[in-house]
């Protein structure tokens, strides 16, 4: 009787896989940077459409693929809705420059509002064997985040950011859902201050080094002096490379440190998202986005900008073969229990309209 328990209950590892090709994104990316161009800018959610199917479309779950049906007419909603406000803004403090702080006051405000509407069409538009994701209308949840939390930073002179995070990972997956199954987040703000003190340790290498080479720089200077050498007026001169290889290196220490911090929360959040007793497992290395990071903007620089395609599907590629789904329960059985719940529940989509804030 044992046996047969075990294996229902043995853990099944679908990987994801991302089967996107950068000859076929590039011809998608190059056609709308011309079309949004020349449209000055009107195209842009048909191009974020075009662009998020593409996405969708080559990411793979055990080889069934996830699909966008977003609207452009839904995003452009939110664009118009976006630029009335901002020519109101600019309006107003023209003729009333302190109308600005209202304004300020009134985006806070509607903050709760768009971040849960974007949420809601992202879930909504987002599919996965004819079923779509789901997120809670929680105003009250988003406004003690997004606008009670963030008043804290002064206060806490900044302290209570890796909570701050926390809280927003959780309320973002705890208020998502699968079909009718919600998704559920078991981490706590410990390893967020954790990964945090280990990155804002990082910069003390940095504070010794901008000790350390004035000092010395006073020193060659004071050498070269000595010996009729002005290096200030020498760009080839010891004064030079030394201000190189600082500038230099305090974007190596920058790009590490955002390298370490993407990586160890993006496993932190996944490998603790649960939903039906099926868990997430996700394995990104620093020194791999770090290599990605850096050379992907090596080649970019080079290639004045045309190989931001080729970028965006190394990085997806990547971040896709290192995260897989931990299945106990069957997927397929999975599914469509929840396309027969979905089908006798009945969807409620409401005003979905996109008020994309990019999250």
């Known amino acids: 009787m044992d046996e047969p328990m075990q294996a229902q209950t043995q853990t099944q590892t679908l990987p994801f896989n991302f089967t996107g090709k950068a000859t076929e994104y590039f011809g998608i990316w190059i056609v709308n940077v011309l079309l949004i161009v020349i449209t000055l800018g009107l195209y842009m959610p048909w191009a974020k459409v075009r662009t998020r199917r593409y996405f969708y479309g080559n990411t793979l779950l055990d080889d069934s693929p996830f699909d966008f049906t977003g609207s452009p007419i839904a995003i452009l909603k939110g664009y118009l809705l976006a630029i009335v406000f901002f020519a109101i803004y600019y309006a107003a403090i023209n003729v009333y420059p302190l109308s600005q702080f209202i304004f300020l006051i009134l985006f806070l405000l509607c903050m709760p509002w768009i971040v849960v509407r974007s949420m809601i069409f992202r879930a909504h538009n987002s599919v996965f064997r004819n079923i779509r994701f789901g997120f809670k209308k929680d105003y009250m949840g988003a406004a003690k985040i997004f606008i009670g939390l963030p008043l804290l930073?002064?206060?806490t002179i900044g302290l209570i950011?890796?909570?701050?995070?926390y809280r927003q990972k959780r309320f973002f997956v705890d208020n998502s859902s699968f079909g009718t199954t919600p998704f559920s987040f078991h981490?706590?703000?410990?390893?967020?201050?954790?990964?945090?003190?280990?990155?804002?340790?990082?910069p003390f290498i940095g504070v010794i080094a901008a000790i350390a080479i004035p000092a010395y720089h006073?020193?060659?200077t004071t050498a070269q002096s000595s010996s009729f050498i002005n290096s200030v007026d020498?760009?080839?001169g010891v004064s030079g490379?030394?201000?190189?290889v600082t500038i230099l290196g305090s974007m190596l220490i920058y790009l590490l440190m955002f390298s370490y911090l993407n990586a160890r929360i993006n496993n932190l959040v996944w490998n603790n998202i649960e939903i039906d007793n099926n868990n997430f497992s996700s394995s990104l290395r620093a020194r791999d986005l770090f290599w990605l990071y850096l050379s992907n903007s090596f080649v970019i620089i080079l290639s004045f900008g045309l190989m931001v395609p080729w970028a965006k599907i190394r990085m997806a590629r990547y971040r896709a073969s290192k995260l897989s789904l931990l299945a106990v329960t069957d997927l397929d059985g999975f599914v469509k229990n929840e396309q027969e719940q979905v089908n006798a529940i009945g969807e409620e989509v409401g005003e979905i309209f996109d008020v994309d804030i990019g999250l």
């Open 153 to 155: 930073m002064l206060p």
């Open 218 to 220: 006073g020193y060659v």
């Open 241 to 244: 490379i030394i201000e190189n």
């Open 187 to 202: 981490a706590t703000a410990g390893p967020f201050y954790k990964y945090y003190a280990i990155v804002f340790l990082i």
């Open 161 to 165: 950011v890796p909570y701050l995070i």
């Open 234 to 236: 020498d760009p080839t």
